[in-house]
């Protein structure tokens, strides 16, 4: 989301149809979550096993050079940077290739073996390669991956940290009238004004009525201003990104989806399994094992509104989480 996941924050999956990191992009980690078209071509067919716990090993197995690849947006290189440095702590040999650019390009350089490791986001990555399919928790969409992607391919464990759409509120809001889940919001909607981008309310409006009984007062088109429009009071509700570091910065809520309207957007390493063995696998899990959202959109602050080195933020996460 990205050009590996975002306008990562332009729409991603929200529309499968735009299918590209999309869906769920993030929107201010900065590209567009592996913003790329869909590509039917992409999937390749075959009934590959997601790796998993320690699954994916072979070919160069821990002998050779992983290539860590990234896509051109500043959440992505972070993870990209946090994967490559937990690898060579654990003595694997790394070359890094980060803010190369689309899911398609990144795709096509790991099926063919010039990438080893990538930071995906399974829901984007399964809306890129099958957008008929319904699968939106975390372990139904990891289960439809195994069986999409080629052979070749794989997933490691899903970490618990996603980028994805959220409604989200301020902090006196929430305290305010005991909100903590899109659910709670049914007593109010009808007084508060919902911002988002522009195509927000085409995409969402008749979901929230129909999953949660949610009617707004108005839907205001607020696109890249929302967290600021939430921060200023001009909306009640928003669609913030849960990476947004603006959710730190403006102390925002990002409210519990239970029945999962937005769909899962797990931070997973994608590999190509012929160049990753047991050790490198274990590194990578380790890191998945940790990596929270609100961890990551502490990082992203450090990254984006701070203007830190993410290669250095990346190593205090791991010091901090005794992996580096």
Do not use: H
Not at 40 to 67: E, I, K, L, Q, Y
Not at 144 to 166: C, F, Q, R, V
Not at 273 to 300: E, I
């Amino acid at each position: 989301m990205s050009t590996i996941r975002r306008t990562r924050r332009a729409a991603v999956l929200g529309t499968l149809a735009a299918l590209a990191l999309g869906a769920t992009a993030c929107g201010s980690s900065g590209g567009n979550p592996l913003d790329s078209g869909s590509s039917s071509a992409a999937a390749g067919g075959g009934a590959s096993t997601a790796a998993g716990s320690g699954g994916a090993s072979g070919g160069a197995g821990d002998g050779g050079t992983v290539v860590v690849g990234s896509a051109n947006f500043p959440e992505n290189v972070l993870l990209g940077s946090i994967y490559s440095q937990a690898l060579k702590a654990k003595g694997v040999k790394v070359e890094e290739k980060f803010n190369i650019g689309s899911r398609e390009v990144l795709y096509g350089q790991l099926q063919s073996g010039n990438l080893t490791v990538l930071p995906e986001y399974n829901g984007a990555l399964l809306a890129y390669l099958d957008a008929k399919s319904t699968a939106t928790a975390k372990d139904d969409v990891n289960a439809a991956l195994a069986k999409t992607l080629p052979a070749s391919l794989g997933i490691l464990d899903s970490s618990p940290a996603e980028d994805k759409d959220s409604l989200s509120v301020t902090q006196e809001t929430a305290d305010k009238y005991g909100l903590k889940t899109v659910a709670d919001l049914a007593a109010k909607a009808g007084e508060f004004t919902i911002g988002g981008p522009p195509e927000f309310k085409s995409r969402r409006e008749q979901q929230f009525k129909d999953v949660y009984g949610l009617t707004f007062k108005e839907w205001k088109p607020t696109g890249d201003t929302t967290a600021n429009a939430l921060k200023d009071g001009a909306i009640q509700v928003g669609n913030v990104f849960t990476t947004d570091p603006k959710i730190v910065q403006f102390k925002l809520v990002p409210l519990a989806d239970p029945k999962g309207v937005f769909g899962a957007q797990n931070v997973t390493p994608l590999v190509n399994k012929a160049g990753v063995g047991p050790t490198a696998t274990a590194a990578l899990n380790a890191v998945s094992a940790k990596l929270d959202t609100t961890g990551l959109t502490a990082l992203m602050k450090r990254v984006s509104v701070d203007k830190e080195d993410p290669s250095a933020v990346a190593k205090d996460w791991l010091k901090a989480n005794g992996l580096g």
